[in-house]
């Protein structure tokens, strides 16, 4: 089972761009489907962007065409690049992990990462 570790969150003027990353430790990394999630406080968390093994990808509505999330198989990592910020873009990003297994599905979350935008 692979643990996850979110960085490159923080501080960022509306308008702007951050790129999270979430470094996974274990060696099957290239067979879960990767995800980021956000939640503000108050609301639930919801789905950013997704990428399964094989490379496809999907976005929520408010995100595409501003976020690209992307994955390195060899350095076990995952990305989200996040362009032109948006103040309702602020929350605690979390980085997700499944593997569907014979035993049922495998979910791992990351402990989050903050991302401040300010108009």
């Known amino acids: 089972q692979v643990q996850l570790v979110e960085s490159g969150g923080g501080l960022v003027q509306a308008g702007g761009s951050l790129r999270l990353s979430c470094a996974a430790s274990?060696?099957?990394?290239?067979?879960?489907?990767m995800g980021w999630f956000r939640q503000a406080p108050g609301k639930q968390r919801d789905l950013v962007a997704g990428?399964?093994?094989?490379?496809?990808?999907n976005y929520a509505d408010s995100v595409k065409g501003r976020f690209v999330i992307s994955r390195d198989n060899a350095k076990n990592t995952l990305f989200l690049q996040m362009n032109s910020l948006k103040p309702e873009d602020a929350a605690a990003y979390y980085c997700?992990?499944?593997?569907?297994?014979?035993?049922?599905?495998?979910?791992?979350w990351g402990q989050g990462t903050q991302v401040t935008v300010a108009s």
């Open positions: 990428i399964h093994s094989g490379g496809s990808t």
């Open positions: 997700y992990a499944r593997l569907d297994t014979l035993e049922g599905p495998v979910e791992v």
């Open positions: 274990g060696r099957t990394f290239s067979s879960y489907t």
